[in-house]
């Protein structure tokens, strides 16, 4: 009577995307050293009587020359996915010191001074409001004749220490109503981060922007 094949005992789960390269290689030399002792057993423990079938050693190589194989495509994916990260990072980090605009309503006070940014429908005027932490208004400020189209406008004699405040923009009707405006916020980049799951990020002080929600980068956060 033929041994039942043993090849279902070897280990079939292939290495994790944590796992390293080198740890990688080690598993599957590893895996193709256990094989072969198993085939060797198997042959040595036979009935010599009934030997086990050619067919039966046919399907376990072709078992395991698919489980190689597959071995082998995920380590060649973690490599793609390790060397695309890579480039992602080199790319952010060309943006190390440069001005990121995205949506948001947060702007730097300097010195009695900011610059906020927002998207007018159409020509007019349009009031700006600048709020401390605690959503106190501590500036108000009309500006006049404004071109259609993304704004950015200079803010001054804000009495408030440097920092970030957050702003809102309406835009003034000629009877003196008022419609709230997109807002948009520049803010440098200080930093870059390798999130994982979430890609790559922008630090930007104390908050983290993705770069797919970059809409424009800019040397300087001037007015224009």
Request: glycine share 10%; charged share 15%.
């Amino acid at each position: 009577m033929g041994t039942t094949p043993i090849f279902g005992t070897i280990p079939t789960t292939s290495s994790t995307s944590s796992t390293s390269g080198n740890n990688s290689n080690k598993s599957a030399e590893q895996l193709r050293l256990d094989f072969l002792k198993l085939l060797t057993t198997q042959l040595q423990y036979q009935d010599p009587l009934s030997p086990t079938d050619n067919t039966q050693f046919t399907t376990q190589l072709a078992q395991f020359s698919s489980l190689d194989s597959q071995n082998k495509s995920n380590e060649l994916l973690q490599k793609l996915l390790d060397a695309q990260g890579s480039g992602g990072m080199n790319q952010a980090v060309s943006y190390m010191g440069k001005w990121v605009i995205g949506s948001g309503n947060q702007t730097a006070v300097k010195d009695g001074s900011a610059v906020v940014r927002f998207q007018m429908p159409t020509a007019g005027n349009a009031n700006v409001r600048i709020y401390n932490q605690f959503g106190q208004l501590i500036k108000s400020v009309d500006v006049e004749n404004l071109q259609a189209g993304e704004r950015s406008v200079a803010i001054d004699g804000i009495a408030a220490a440097n920092g970030t405040y957050q702003f809102a923009v309406s835009q003034v009707g000629s009877d003196g109503s008022q419609m709230a405006l997109g807002t948009l916020q520049a803010q440098q980049v200080t930093g870059v981060v390798n999130s994982g799951s979430a890609g790559i990020l922008l630090q930007l002080g104390d908050r983290q922007m993705a770069l797919t929600d970059v809409t424009r980068i800019e040397l300087s956060n001037t007015p224009g």
